[in-house]
């Protein structure tokens, strides 16, 4: 079993910067993927970064790629997700989740991902 607690979210102004942190407990292998997803408010779950617990390339969506960037520390057994230059469409609920491998096809799906944060609020809004 893998738990998951996000932390960090907050009401920010655009152009502003947030980290967000998953503290990670239970059995984490190398070959687990971390991934943040985002759900606006109305609209469905989405993909938004990942990386490989065992370490190699992390990947991001479109819509982030540049301002977001993911990380993960093994010492602390956190997941974070450092982001800048927020805009007001960043404004989601963000979660952190765990799937037990990595697959390249479905990584973007959020049903692939058995393990999940209960989510914290991130507001972008001047």
């Known amino acids: 079993q893998v738990q998951l607690v996000e932390s960090g979210g907050g009401l920010v102004r655009p152009g502003d910067s947030l980290t967000l942190s998953c503290s990670v407990s239970?059995?984490?292998?190398?070959?687990?993927?971390m991934a943040w997803f985002r759900q606006p408010p109305g609209k469905e779950r989405e993909f938004v970064a990942l990386?490989?617990?065992?370490?190699?390339?992390?990947a991001h969506a479109d819509s982030v790629k540049g301002r977001f960037t993911i990380s993960r520390d093994t010492a602390k057994n956190t997941v974070s997700l450092q982001m800048n230059g927020l805009k007001p469409e960043d404004t989601a609920v963000y979660y952190c989740?765990?799937?037990?491998?990595?697959?390249?096809?479905?990584?973007?799906?959020?049903?692939?991902?058995?393990?999940w944060g209960q989510g914290t609020q991130v507001t972008v809004s001047s």
């Open positions: 990386i490989p617990w065992g370490g190699g390339v992390a």
């Open positions: 989740a765990v799937d037990q491998v990595y697959s390249p096809r479905y990584y973007s799906d959020p049903n692939e991902y058995p393990y």
């Open positions: 239970g059995s984490i292998f190398d070959s687990y993927t």
